[in-house]
Structures are given as structure tokens and as C-alpha cells.
């Protein structure tokens, strides 16, 4: 494996956005190549992955700022390596999909390959500082990608989901900072180490329980903000909706697994140390994401927008699990969280091709398209079997994990809330999908056609790939139990494991 | 004369000495064309190199104890330095031919005088260089003629005179009281005899310094006036003559007030919050780029004045163990802090105002009414790429986003903030950074989000270097804030000895 | 639609008399299939009756009436009578009326030849099964082997093998009263007559509009099948559940999100009425400069007051 394989592959991208501002209309051949380097990295570093360990893997360290103390770490585990793989197939699909993108291609795609460098950082910083650098790079190029070729509403949507999410992630950073001043080395001296000082929480004398309560607090919104979950989650539908397709699916596929991500990274260690009240808080918050989520995806007219709260009703599972504190929850919540950055995608990619080639996204108006777009409907189909639930396909095998292992500590009747939830899940997707696809063929809609074969294409690799991790859910469900597993053991630093 | 002695001190001379130089030279030129422009970048070039080679120089006192060049004086001499360059830089293309040799030499002596109270330990002398550089500044804000120009001039002397009026008091009662006036006198003296009378004449000359710090309430010339004076001289006022208003109040409020342990700091506490919250919302509504320019140039002074509260509420504190800076007291983080802040924000300030100097210069071909109004923005990214991307470097790290120059001081400062206990402060410092992106995000959003509201800019060469040079030092700085730290650091010992 | 048919007979004589012989099946005509498994499952109701309540019973005997008089109100108004419309008068073809045929003859044969072995077939799947037949045979606290006697606990762990069926015939056949015994096959004779009575137009006695009409209001429900689907899908699904979803997304709109737009034009609103304060006239600067100084001196003078009082 080469060496520093985690920088280059934050690297490339970088290098490819640049590149791809500069050559004009060329700009898609040069952000594909630059996105398929990190996959084909990502999967070399799959092939070497060593599922069965608890330390971190391909570490690399160096002094960044030492009068400050902050090291550009960066490493992957189980929790973080199947979210660099998520990042890296998303963002190659995203691209072949907006292979036919006419207005301002070189800036658009830029923009995609920002969005993965930020994401890919995330997901591998090791260094608070670091983690949070990333965090906020991430927003620039999502409030560019909504705000230039978005919606009617784009303007709005950009600055809310900027002003909203970059609040709570000031409020984070607050938190980032109690914990840095706090803590301090044997020699004196102070550290950003993200796992140092996750360590340094699960000892009471260090980080007495007021004050770890209200760090707990400041980091726990700013994930749950981002998640989203009940009831931060405004700036989402809006956000969603006005989106350009590329931009909406990067932002379910992967900024909203960010929130997730710091949820297992840095939630869950920290919560044994906490009051016990956040245990039901959290539950709460997760319970009421799932059915009101549900709920308002039930009511929505605009098939984005009912997306859009399908999100925040599968993302709310992942909560769920995480709080459940059970290895198998856990386990179930991370995969969820990766079968629902799969699956996901295909569900824009299909609202964006119905408003591209029909020219509505009002389910009332939409039916029977399946007779001319059938190789579309096909998928459509199964992106929403995928999504509903549909045993076969990942999704299933990610609720049933998670629901399964919570069902060990949570109480009966939340359970059964959440099953009914599912039913409301199962309704939602079959309407839209009936409605949109079945039935008559309108008049108005005799000429509509099925969609260029680059959309068809990255949509049913989506489709194969739940298929292929719900049938083989192994493949990621391994390292991900590991990385459970260690998650309930207390935190073990960097240099306790030998890797610096 | 052992002009070698002298020898920190050539900067100070040269600049003199090219100012009256190119005076000359523009009455006896019919047209002087670039050359006064030239001359000036060459001294100040010069100027920055004396003071780069002496930058860690130990305290040596000049001129009867009255000037001291030391660490803290160098780092303020290479902030208005830079500033000064980037700002002929951009007036290379714009002050040409006849009426700029004035212009220079306008800007020369400013600097002098800037350089000059940085240097002082003296009252004169701080009084001389503080006057020099406001009445070159006076004269510059109303330069290119126009009515606006002159409204900004007009305020900005009277509100100044009157400033400068109650800072002379101020220092005439401190003498009468202590019989000397260098500071060092000054503050030994008032330890013992500490009263009412020094505190009312310390208030005054607090008063005087604030308004050139435009700190609330003494802040209020500084909207109309940035936004009248002609864009340049804007830059010159945010990013040089504001920070010289700090230089001196570093100088006097630290070693005399201190000196008497007064627990100001609550006062002062409650004014830096003020400042920057009324900075903050006062930019939120307005329409006119340079007036967010200054209303955010005042909502930073609030955060740059956080260092004399934290100085007061932790002077004289045991040194802790600061970040992994070594064994540092609270205090002098918090003026390491204020320092790079300080430099930072004079890059930022200036490129923001070389970048709005652009926009208008090439909007007022066109017949519009108000060059610097927002909507001119629309769509830069497009019209003027350079420009517009620097703007957005400098709005970002106007805004603290990392890893800018920005962040790597609001870090430091308020880190010494939480050090001294007061974590209440940079709590709200940090609020109002949020609310802050605000407006910096409106004028994003403009540059790229909008339609196009005009043809292509032709961007000209001395905004765009100057420019350009700013935002790769914003960039920087924050990316490799190392040295910077240390350098503050040095420079704040000076103050405060250990 | 059943309207639309009548004497279909005359056209469909293979179609009818296997269905002739379906129907009396179902019905629980003496001799034919369904006839003995009813019956076996009406004695263990009776039993259960005896020993428990006679609910189960009577609810079989209802059903049992009622299923043979649908399938005969069925089978007279289709293939008896009068023609009420104008439809294909031809036999279906060999390849539907052979299953027809072969299936005709399981439910008339299948009964009395094969139930003995049918029901030793389904013991000997148990054999493997560690089950207590005491215990299954314990309802609600009863024993129903005990009520009747102890022979039949030998005949229970003699015949533990052949499972339920001998132990409850034995039984029976020593319990039941005639008249029970009888009942199923009066049930079912009596239950075809009826609908002879009604639908048979050689016998026809009695008009159906004579029982009800379409403004009954039972008919009505039974039409409905008990409304149903009014209720699930009209009054729970179109109203508890979209309704709940309608209700939440108003929630979401106007508070969940709302807050935030009130929040920012709050803060708007605050931060235009703090921009009045610069009136642009010089002379107030200077004043709020004096004001200012001022305001200064007496704070700090107070705050060292204070200090030195101790108040701080």
C-alpha cells in the first residue's frame, strides 16, 4: 500500500477541483479521473483492511501546529473506512450522473470534488482541529452547489442551511475547545488528539460531570444538526428541494453521514460518562425522527421533498441504534447509515430525473410512467423496494440489525412505535411510487422518454450495490461489528495502540 | 552625529526624507506621471526590510528615553508598513500624474507618524506621531474632491479634533500630576498618588485613543467616513490608523494603567462586547459595501479590545501552561492574541477595501448612484473572477472560518480569554462571529449567487497585485500560524515582563 | 355477476353437476366430504360445551345452516331457473372440466374411504413430538378426558399413537344424545331446503324481498362486508394516519421551522433599530463622544467604589 494513501486520496480530489475550474467543458473528464483515483485507492485499502482489528489503520501523523498543539492525523477504522468507501463510490456516480450538467460544468464539478475532499477529511481526521476544518469545508461548496443551480427558492435554502448548520457547528467547536482546555498532558502541555481526549472524558477527575455534561451537550448538537434529527432538521427540506440532483444526493449520501459519523466517533464513548438523561433524551430524538419523519414524507406533494423526510427517518434508525448501546444496534446503525448513503442516491438521482424529463415533481401529476421510461421505472422500483425495507436489498438488513439489537434495551412499547413506523415508510414509498409510475399513462406525458444511459447507469450500480450488501452484508458488516465492539470498550489513544 | 546608532530608526527617516522628496519633485515635474508612486514603494519596500532585520531587536531607547524600539514596536512598524505598500500597490494605477505626489506624500508621513507611536514611551512624542498620522489621514479622506469625499473629511477632522483635544487634556493632567511625561514616570508616579483626577485624565486619554480604535460609543465618524473617503484611504484608516489607536493604547493603558491595579477590566469588558455586538447588527442592515467594511472593522476592534480586558482581569496571574506555548501568564496571550488579529485583520481590512476600491472604480463609468452599494456586486464572480475570489477569501476569514489568518487570532484571543475566566466573553465573541457571517455571507452570496449587473470588469494591474498579495498572506498566516504565534508572543513580552 | 346468470344448467351439464356435488360437499351433505370433518369438529365443540360453554357450538350449527343455504342460493339461482341475461351458452373445455371432474370426485369419495387413514396419517407426523395429551387435552381448566370417565384415560395412553381422533370418537359415541348426533345432518337437509324454498323456482315458496330490501340496513352491512373497508381505509388510514401526517407537516412548516424565521427577523428588526442610532449629523457623534466619557468615569468610579466598600 502506498504510503500516506489517506492524504492522497483527500489529495486528488483537491488537485482535480482545481484543475477542473481551470479547463471549461473538459472539466467532467478530469473530475472523473480525479474521482476515480480514490476509489481505486479506497478499494486497495479495502483489499487490505484488516476487519478483525480494533486499531486504527493507515495512520498517518505529522506536526502541524505544535505551539498549539494540533497534529494532522489521520487514520480509519471500522466506523469511519465504510463511510471513505461510501464517499468515494458516491461521489464517482454523482459525477457520471451529471455527465450532461451544460451550465457552468467546470464549477459544478469542482464544486462535487470539493464536497468529497471535505467529507473524506472528516471521516479520517484523527486531530479535533483537523476534524474541524473539514467540518466547515464541507459547507462551502454545498452552499455554492444550492445557490447557483438550485431551485427557485435557492437563494433562501443556501443561506438557512449555511447560517443553521454553521451555528451548531460553532456550538461543536465551543465544546472541541472545553474539552482542549481541560485536559492537560503529564508534561503540561495540551493536545487536539481527538482519541486522547476522548480517553481523558471516561475519567471523572479530569472532566468533572457538570462540565462534562455541557461539552457532551455542545458536540451532541452540532451531530444532531447535521444528521438531521427532530427536531433540527428544518434546514433540510428546503435545502433538498432547491438542490440541484448531484448536490441533493451528495448532501444525503454523505454530509448527512458526517452527523452520524461524530454520533459513533465521539457520542457513543463519551455517553457512559454522562448523565443518564441523555440515554432517554437521544432515544427520544431518535423514536420522534423515525415517525415523524415517516409522517411528514406521508404528506408531501413534491416526490423531493418526500425523499427528503425519508432521510430523516432512516437517518433517525441510526440514532437509534447508537443510543441502544448494544453491539448489535450499533453494528445495525453504522450499516444503516451505509446502506442508506447507497440507497439514497438512487432515490434523488430518480425525483431529479422525473423533474428532468417530465418536467414536474408533484406526485398528483405524475402517472403512469413506467410505460415509456421502463428501464427507469425498473429502478425506480427497486430504489424504493431498497429503501422501504424490501428484504434482499441492504436496507433490510440494516433495519432489522439495528431494531433487533435495540429491542435488547429499549423499552417494549418504543419498539412497537417504531414497527408501526415502518408500516407509514412502507405506505409512503409505495404511494409515490404507484402513482408516479403505474396506472394510465397521462396524455401529456406520450413523448417523455427514458433518461440518458449515464443516469441509467450510475443508478443501477446503486441498485447492485444493495443488492450486492444485502446479500453480503459481511463485506462491511464486519468491520463495522468490530468497531461496535471496541465502541463499548473504554478508548484506546493512538499511541496506546502502537500506530504513531 | 553616529547616524549607526540611529540605525532602527533609518525607516522612520527615509520615509521622511522621500515624502519631502517627492513634494519637491511634484512642484518642480509638470507631470511627475508614476514616479511618485515608484519612489514611495521603493522607501517602503526599504522601510520594511530595516524593520524585518531588527524584528526581535531587545528594547533600545532613543531621543532622551523617549523612543523605544523593541519587539512590540517592530511588529507594529511591519503591520503599517505592509499596509502601506499594499496600498500604493493599488494607488499605483489610480494616482498618477499630477495631485499624486500629494497623495504619497500624505501616505508616507501617516506612516511616519504611525511608526513613530508605536515607537514612543513618551507622551510627546506619542501625541506627535498620533497627530502627524490623523492630519495626513484628514487630508487624504478628502482627496479625490467629491462631496462625499469631503463630508468624510469634514466628519472625520472635527470628531478627531475633538478626540485629540481630550487626549492632549488627558496627558497635560497626567504630567501636572506626575511631573514627567514618559510613561514609565507616569506609572511609577501613580501608584502612589492614584486619584480621581488620574482617573478622569487616564478616561481622556482613553477617549482619544478609542476613537481611533472606533470603539463603541467613540466610534460613531467611522461609518460615514470610510464610506465617503475614497476607497483606499478607507484602507489606510481600517487597517493602519486604527491599529496605530491600538499601538498607543497598548503602550499607555498597560504599563500606566496596570501599574494601579484598577479593576477597569468590567467596564472595559462590558464596552468590548458593545462594540462588537453593535458592530455586528448595525452591518446586518446595511446596503453600502464600504459601510459593512466599517461597521465590521468596528464589531473587530470589540474583538481585538477583548485583549485589555483579559490583560486586567489577569494581570499579574502566575504563568500556566498556555496551549504548548510553554509557561505563559493569561495576559500576554491575550495581547499575542490582540497582535495577530491585529495583522490579520489590517490584511484583511485592506484587501476587502482594495477589492471594493475596484468594483467602484469600474462601476463609476457607468452612471451609477452609488458605486459601493451591493447590488454593483451582483455576479463579480463572473464580471471580475480575481477580485471576487479574494473578496471571498477575505469575507471567510473576516468571518474566522478556518484555516485563515482570521481564525488562527480569534483562536489565540479568546483562548487567553478562557484563561482568565473569562469564558462568558468568548462565548459571545464567538456568537457574534456567527452572526457576522450574516453579512459577510450576503456579499458572498451577491458575488456568486446573482446574475451578472454589469459587463465584464477589465481588472487593473495594481488592484489585482495588491490584492492578490493579500489573500495568499490571509491564506498564510493560517495555514502556518506557527511562527506568527511566536512572534506575538515575543513582541507582547515586552509589555509585560515577566 | 350472479344477477346476470340462471339456467345455466341446460347449457353446462358437466359444470353442473360437479358443482352439485362441491356444493353438497360444503354444505356438509351426509356421505360426502365435508360432511365428516364438520362433523368431527361439531362433537369436540359439543364436548367442549358440555364441559366449558356452548358457545363454539352454536356458532358452528349457525355456520353450518347458514353455508348451506348460501351454496344452494348459489347453485339454484345460476343453474336452475330462468335465463336473466344474454351470455355464452357453451360447456367449458375438457382441459377446465377435467380438474373439474377429478376434484368433483375427491370431495364426494375422499370422506368415507380414506378418513380413517387420513387421520392415522396426520397422528403418526406427532409421534416425533414430545406432546402430553393430557395436557392438550386439558381447555380452560376442564379436563375433557375426565369428564368422561376413566376408560377413556386408558383409551388416551393406549391410543396416545393415534392421537385425538379414536379417544374423542370413543367418546362420543358414548355421550352425545341422538338428537345432538343428529343435528349436523338436520343442519345441512334443512339448510338446502330453505334455499330450495326460496331460490328453486319448481318449489319456490317464499320471495327473498319478503326477508329484506335494499334499504335494509343490515344488508347493508353484510353488502359492506361490516364496513370495513370504510373503516380501515377511510376512517384509519385516509384519517388517522394521513391526517396525522397533514397535521405534522403544518407543525413543521409553521413552528419547527417557524421559530427560525422569527428568530431571524427578530434579530433583523433588533439590528435595524440599533442602525438608527447613526443619524449621520456630526454634532451627535460628539455628543455621544462627551456622553461616552462620561458614562465612563462614573463606572469605573463606581466600580472601585464598590471595591473598596467591598460590595464586589
Request: charged share 10%; net charge neutral.
Amino acid at each position: 500500500m502506498i504510503s500516506n494513501a489517506l492524504s492522497l486520496m483527500i489529495l486528488l480530489p483537491l488537485l482535480g477541483a482545481i484543475v477542473s475550474f481551470f479547463v471549461g467543458t473538459k472539466a467532467k473528464f478530469v473530475a472523473l479521473i480525479a474521482s476515480l483515483a480514490p476509489l481505486v485507492l479506497s478499494l486497495q485499502m479495502y483489499m487490505e483492511f484488516d476487519k478483525s482489528s480494533t486499531m486504527m489503520q493507515f495512520v498517518e501523523s505529522y506536526n502541524w501546529v505544535p505551539s498549539i498543539g494540533v497534529k494532522y492525523t489521520l487514520g480509519v477504522d471500522g466506523i469511519g473506512f465504510p463511510l471513505v468507501l461510501l464517499s468515494t463510490i458516491v461521489t464517482v456516480l454523482v459525477i457520471i450522473y451529471s455527465w450532461g450538467e451544460t451550465k457552468k460544468p467546470n464549477q459544478y464539478f469542482a464544486l462535487l470534488l470539493l464536497n468529497e475532499v471535505g467529507v473524506l477529511g472528516v471521516f479520517t481526521a484523527l486531530d479535533f482541529f483537523l476534524f474541524y476544518i473539514f467540518w466547515e469545508i464541507v459547507l462551502i461548496p454545498m452552499f455554492f452547489l444550492i445557490g447557483s443551480w438550485g431551485g427557485p427558492r435557492k437563494d433562501y435554502a443556501a443561506i438557512k442551511f449555511f447560517i443553521y448548520t454553521h451555528v451548531a457547528s460553532l456550538v461543536m467547536l465551543l465544546a472541541i475547545f472545553a474539552l482542549y482546555f481541560t485536559y492537560q498532558l503529564p508534561d503540561g502541555s495540551r493536545t487536539f488528539d481527538m482519541l486522547t481526549l476522548l480517553k481523558a472524558t471516561q475519567n471523572p477527575e479530569i472532566f468533572p460531570p457538570a462540565l462534562l455534561n455541557i461539552i457532551f451537550a455542545g458536540l451532541l448538537l452540532g451531530f444532531l444538526v447535521k444528521m438531521p434529527a427532530f427536531p433540527f432538521h428544518t434546514w433540510l427540506p428546503d435545502a433538498h428541494v432547491e438542490a440541484p440532483t448531484a448536490g441533493s444526493v451528495v448532501l444525503a449520501a454523505l454530509l448527512l453521514k458526517m452527523g452520524g459519523y461524530g454520533l459513533f466517533r465521539i457520542i457513543v464513548p463519551m455517553l457512559p460518562s454522562v448523565d443518564k438523561i441523555f440515554v432517554t433524551i437521544i432515544a427520544i430524538i431518535a423514536v420522534l425522527s423515525i415517525v415523524y419523519g415517516a409522517f411528514l414524507a406521508l404528506a408531501q406533494k413534491d416526490i423531493k421533498k418526500l425523499v427528503a423526510y425519508s432521510s430523516v427517518s432512516h437517518m433517525g434508525f441510526v440514532t437509534l441504534g447508537a443510543v441502544a448501546l448494544v453491539p448489535l444496534s450499533i453494528q445495525g446503525a453504522m450499516f444503516q447509515q451505509f446502506s442508506h448513503g447507497i440507497i439514497t442516491c438512487v432515490l434523488f438521482m430518480s425525483a431529479g430525473t422525473i423533474q428532468h424529463v417530465v418536467g414536474t415533481r408533484i406526485i398528483a401529476d405524475l402517472g403512469g410512467l413506467a410505460d415509456r421510461m421502463p428501464k427507469f421505472a425498473v429502478i425506480m422500483m427497486a430504489g424504493f423496494m431498497a429503501s422501504l425495507g424490501l428484504p434482499g436489498m441492504s436496507g433490510f438488513v440494516a433495519e432489522f440489525m439495528t431494531l433487533t439489537g435495540a429491542y435488547a434495551t429499549l423499552p417494549v412499547y418504543v419498539m412497537i412505535v417504531v414497527f408501526l413506523s415502518i408500516v407509514i415508510t412502507a405506505a409512503y414509498h409505495l404511494w409515490a411510487m404507484q402513482k408516479a409510475m403505474f396506472g394510465p399513462i397521462l396524455r401529456k406525458y406520450m413523448d417523455v422518454h427514458d433518461p440518458h444511459a449515464y443516469e441509467l447507469f450510475s443508478m443501477s450500480m446503486i441498485i447492485l450495490l444493495t443488492l450486492l450488501f444485502g446479500l453480503q452484508p459481511g463485506l462491511m458488516t464486519d468491520m463495522m461489528g468490530t468497531a461496535a465492539n471496541q465502541l463499548l470498550q473504554p478508548v484506546v489513544t493512538l499511541s496506546e495502540m502502537g500506530v504513531i | 552625529m553616529d547616524f549607526s546608532h540611529y540605525a532602527p530608526l533609518w525607516g522612520e527617516a527615509l520615509l521622511t526624507a522621500l515624502a519631502v522628496l517627492i513634494l519637491l519633485l511634484g512642484a518642480m515635474m509638470k507631470n511627475s506621471g508614476k514616479l511618485p508612486g515608484y519612489l514611495s514603494l521603493a522607501g517602503l519596500v526599504a522601510a520594511l526590510g530595516l524593520v524585518a532585520s531588527n524584528l526581535f531587536i531587545a528594547p533600545t531607547l532613543f531621543f532622551f528615553d523617549t523612543i523605544s524600539v523593541d519587539a512590540l514596536s517592530q511588529f507594529f512598524k511591519a503591520v503599517f508598513l505592509i499596509v502601506s505598500l499594499l496600498v500604493v500597490i493599488a494607488s499605483l494605477s489610480k494616482y498618477t500624474g499630477k495631485g499624486s505626489d500629494e497623495f504619497f506624500a500624505l501616505l508616507l508621513l501617516a506612516t511616519v507618524g504611525m511608526m513613530i507611536v508605536s515607537s514612543s514611551v513618551d507622551l510627546v512624542t506619542l501625541f506627535v506621531g498620533f497627530e502627524l498620522a490623523s492630519l495626513s489621514t484628514y487630508a487624504m479622506a478628502a482627496f479625490d474632491k467629491t462631496k462625499k469625499n469631503l463630508e468624510a473629511a469634514m466628519k472625520y477632522f472635527i470628531y478627531g479634533s475633538v478626540s485629540s483635544a481630550f487626549m492632549l487634556f488627558g496627558f497635560s493632567l497626567l504630567y501636572g500630576m506626575t511631573g514627567s511625561t514618559r510613561l514609565a514616570d507616569v506609572a511609577a508616579a501613580s501608584v502612589e498618588s492614584f486619584g480621581a483626577a488620574t482617573l478622569v485624565a487616564l478616561l481622556f486619554v482613553i477617549a482619544g485613543f478609542a476613537f481611533k480604535m472606533a470603539l463603541v460609543p467613540f466610534h460613531m465618524w467611522a461609518p460615514d467616513t470610510y464610506e465617503g473617503a475614497p476607497a483606499l484611504v478607507s484602507a489606510l484608516l481600517a487597517a493602519g490608523s486604527k491599529k496605530m489607536g491600538f499601538a498607543a493604547a497598548f503602550r499607555v493603558l498597560l504599563i500606566a494603567l496596570v501599574a494601579m491595579r484598577v479593576e477597569w477590566y468590567l467596564a472595559f469588558a462590558i464596552l468590548a462586547a458593545v462594540t462588537m455586538t453593535l458592530g455586528n447588527l448595525a452591518a446586518c442592515w446595511q446596503n453600502n459595501v464600504r459601510r459593512i467594511l466599517a461597521y465590521s472593522s468596528i464589531a473587530q476592534a470589540g474583538y481585538i479590545a477583548i485583549a485589555f480586558v483579559v490583560v486586567g482581569a489577569a494581570y499579574g496571574d502566575a504563568p500556566v501552561n498556555v496551549l504548548n506555548l510553554g509557561m505563559f501568564p493569561a495576559d500576554q496571550l491575550g495581547i499575542a492574541g490582540a497582535l495577530l488579529l491585529i495583522l490579520g485583520h489590517a490584511l484583511m481590512k485592506t484587501g476587502a477595501f482594495i477589492g471594493s476600491a475596484q468594483v467602484a472604480s469600474m462601476v463609476s463609468k457607468s452612471d451609477a448612484e452609488d458605486p459601493d452599494d451591493i447590488s454593483n456586486y451582483a455576479g463579480l464572480a463572473s464580471r471580475a473572477p480575481v477580485t471576487a475570489f479574494c473578496m471571498l477569501i477575505f469575507m471567510f476569514a473576516l468571518a474566522g472560518i478556518p484555516p485563515t489568518a482570521g481564525y488562527i487570532g480569534k483562536f489565540v484571543l479568546f483562548s487567553s480569554a478562557i484563561y482568565s475566566g473569562l469564558v462568558w466573553l468568548a462565548v459571545l465573541a464567538i456568537l457574534n462571529s456567527a452572526l457576522s457571517l450574516v453579512y459577510y455571507l450576503r456579499i458572498i452570496s451577491y458575488m456568486y449567487l446573482k446574475e451578472p449587473a454589469g459587463p465584464k470588469i477589465a481588472e487593473s494591474k495594481g488592484y489585482m497585485a495588491a490584492l492578490v498579495l493579500t489573500m495568499l498572506g490571509v491564506v498564510y498566516i493560517g495555514v502556518f500560524p506557527d511562527q506568527f504565534i511566536n512572534w506575538a508572543l515575543q513582541a507582547a513580552t515586552v509589555l509585560l515582563p515577566q | 355477476m350472479m344477477r346476470e346468470m340462471g339456467g345455466v344448467g341446460k347449457y353446462m351439464k358437466w359444470t353442473m353437476y360437479t358443482m352439485l356435488i362441491g356444493s353438497l360437499s360444503l354444505a356438509g351433505f351426509p356421505l360426502f366430504t365435508g360432511f365428516f370433518s364438520k362433523d368431527e369438529i361439531i362433537m369436540i365443540a359439543y364436548e367442549y360445551g358440555i364441559a366449558i360453554n356452548f358457545l363454539p357450538y352454536i356458532f358452528l350449527i349457525l355456520a353450518a345452516v347458514l353455508t348451506a343455504i348460501y351454496t344452494f342460493r348459489m347453485w339454484f339461482s345460476v343453474f336452475t331457473g330462468k335465463e336473466r341475461s344474454n351470455y355464452g351458452k357453451h360447456e367449458s373445455p375438457w382441459v377446465m372440466l377435467g380438474p373439474l371432474v377429478i376434484l368433483a370426485i375427491f370431495a364426494f369419495a375422499f370422506g368415507f374411504a380414506a378418513q380413517h387413514d387420513f387421520y392415522n396419517y396426520l397422528d403418526s407426523n406427532f409421534e416425533h413430538y414430545d406432546m402430553d395429551f393430557v395436557e392438550l387435552g386439558i381447555i380452560g381448566g376442564h379436563a375433557l378426558i375426565e369428564e368422561h370417565g376413566a376408560a377413556a384415560e386408558e383409551g388416551e395412553h393406549a391410543s396416545a399413537e393415534e392421537g385425538h381422533g379414536a379417544a374423542a370418537e370413543g367418546e362420543g359415541s358414548h355421550a352425545i344424545p341422538l338428537h345432538i348426533q343428529l343435528l349436523p345432518y338436520i343442519v345441512a337437509l334443512g339448510g338446502i331446503l330453505i334455499a330450495a324454498l326460496f331460490y328453486w323456482d319448481r318449489v319456490k315458496k317464499f320471495d327473498p324481498s319478503q326477508v329484506t330490501g335494499d334499504k335494509d340496513p343490515i344488508r347493508k352491512m353484510l353488502l359492506k362486508g361490516y364496513y370495513q373497508h370504510e373503516i380501515m381505509t377511510g376512517w384509519i388510514c385516509e384519517g388517522i394516519v394521513y391526517g396525522t401526517a397533514l397535521i405534522s407537516n403544518t407543525i413543521d412548516i409553521k413552528i419547527v421551522d417557524g421559530w427560525l424565521n422569527w428568530l431571524s427577523a427578530w434579530v433583523m428588526g433588533f439590528a435595524g433599530h440599533v442602525r438608527k442610532v447613526q443619524t449621520g449629523v456630526v454634532q451627535n457623534y460628539v455628543t455621544a463622544l462627551m456622553l461616552g466619557i462620561v458614562v465612563l468615569v462614573i463606572a469605573i468610579a463606581a466600580i472601585s467604589l464598590a471595591m473598596e466598600v467591598g460590595l464586589i
